[in-house]
């Protein structure tokens, strides 16, 4: 008994000096997620939180030619949710679960995650989703930067040994972050790495830099049917044959600009210039001292123009026009975008509506960040997307009901934004 209340006294003794570097509710917010019951799977156990993910990973990486980073990785072609009609041909689910910024907020993280089923109550990977994505912007306007990294990391380890994925894209704010530009970093924040030379050698080559390079990406193109490919893989412009060709979602932080001008091949075209950029910026020696108080950095020397178009006004990670252009340009001009991009919707967080997700354009468009850091005080919100394929009964052996219904959650219910049956032809019962 003794030897219990020496070991809590002690705890609570760390707890205390160490509130002069961490805020206490920081730390406490800390040792609760190392607290939970997790068994990590060895890529992740072996240093903790992120390594690069093995090669029965789910999850693509980023390919860089500037430093050597695991090649994308195949997903596994078995279908999700499988069951048996009475055709004896297998009828095809997938659940998937997108979320907007967190910055840093962990509270609010872990409220909307268990909201969406996308973790249990005790805050690990539910098995209830099968696709869990997530559109940037983690970094920046609350103190919570490391935990929420962690459980992003812990998450997708979990989801991989449950059969899920995790997929992830970079916001405006990591970029900014590599570059030196901390105008949204506070001094809480700052404390939590232990000052700001840890926390530069944290982004660069420490494990949440190492995360963005190897988990991390700026596009992603995330299938809601196999007969789509894998995650991250390649639209093929031969494939438009198939029904399904275009049975995706094109994710990123921003937007795809009908004027960006390397959308195609779609996405490792863009997520070869996000590798070799945040490859420039975590090489900097010195890394430059941040802004403010030093003047702002702006990208390296070196940076091609490529590089610069990606971090331009109309480039994934900033562009706005999807959210602020009328109803008449947009709806007129997302087809051909889609069309490029080999997928039906977009979704993208980055530009905030604080009482809702907006859907435009029939579910074609979606924007699903509602502020859901304490920082804005908007909504708790997810975007669940329900993929179904199903036999028609009666019909020949190549007929399909096809059913894609996308619900946006809040904390007080479900708001339905689409819901699109159509019957298709083909061989996909694979």
Not at 237 to 244: D, G, R
Not at 274 to 290: F, S, Y
Request: with cysteine; glycine share 8%; net charge negative.
């Amino acid at each position: 008994m003794w030897t219990s209340v020496r070991l809590a006294l002690l705890v609570l003794a760390a707890a205390l000096a160490i509130n002069y570097v961490e805020p206490l509710p920081a730390l406490l917010n800390r040792l609760w997620v190392h607290a939970q019951a997790i068994e990590l799977p060895d890529i992740l156990a072996a240093t903790g939180p992120p390594r690069a993910e093995s090669s029965a990973s789910l999850n693509p990486t980023i390919t860089s030619t500037v430093s050597s980073s695991p090649a994308p990785v195949a997903q596994s072609d078995a279908p999700q949710h499988v069951f048996t009609s009475s055709s004896k041909r297998a009828s095809f689910r997938r659940r998937l679960v997108a979320v907007g910024d967190l910055h840093g907020d962990f509270p609010n993280a872990q409220r909307v995650l268990k909201m969406a089923k996308v973790i249990d109550d005790r805050g690990v990977w539910s098995g209830e989703t099968d696709v869990f994505v997530q559109t940037g912007d983690i970094v920046d306007r609350g103190p919570d930067t490391l935990i929420l990294y962690e459980m992003m990391e812990k998450l997708r380890g979990q989801a991989l040994q449950a059969g899920g994925q995790v997929t992830s894209t970079l916001g405006n704010h990591e970029v900014m972050n590599a570059i030196g530009d901390w105008r949204y970093v506070s001094q809480q924040e700052i404390q939590t790495f232990g000052g700001v030379a840890s926390r530069q050698a944290m982004l660069a080559k420490g494990w949440v830099g190492r995360a963005w390079k190897q988990n991390y990406t700026v596009a992603a193109r995330v299938p809601l049917h196999p007969s789509a490919g894998i995650v991250n893989a390649d639209y093929e412009p031969s494939s438009t044959a198939s029904a399904l060709s275009h049975a995706a979602l094109a994710v990123c932080h921003g937007g795809f600009a009908p004027t960006y001008p390397e959308l195609a091949p779609f996405p490792s075209r863009i997520n070869e210039l996000g590798a070799t950029l945040l490859a420039r910026l975590q090489d900097q020696r010195p890394q430059p001292r941040p802004h403010p108080p030093a003047p702002y950095p702006g990208l390296p020397q070196g940076t091609t123009p490529q590089e610069q178009r990606l971090y331009g006004e109309d480039g994934p990670l900033w562009y706005r026009g999807w959210a602020h252009n009328p109803d008449d340009f947009v709806c007129r001009t997302v087809d051909e975008v889609l069309h490029r991009l080999g997928t039906r919707r977009m979704i993208m967080g980055h530009t905030p509506d604080f009482e809702k997700i907006v859907s435009r354009c029939g579910g074609k468009i979606v924007i699903i960040d509602t502020g859901i850091s304490r920082a804005y005080g908007g909504a708790i919100s997810a975007l669940e997307i329900v993929y179904t394929l199903e036999p028609v009964e009666g019909e020949e052996e190549d007929a399909w009901t096809e059913r894609e219904i996308l619900t946006a959650l809040y904390e007080s219910g479900p708001v339905l934004l689409a819901d699109d049956t159509r019957v298709i032809r083909g061989d996909f019962s694979a």
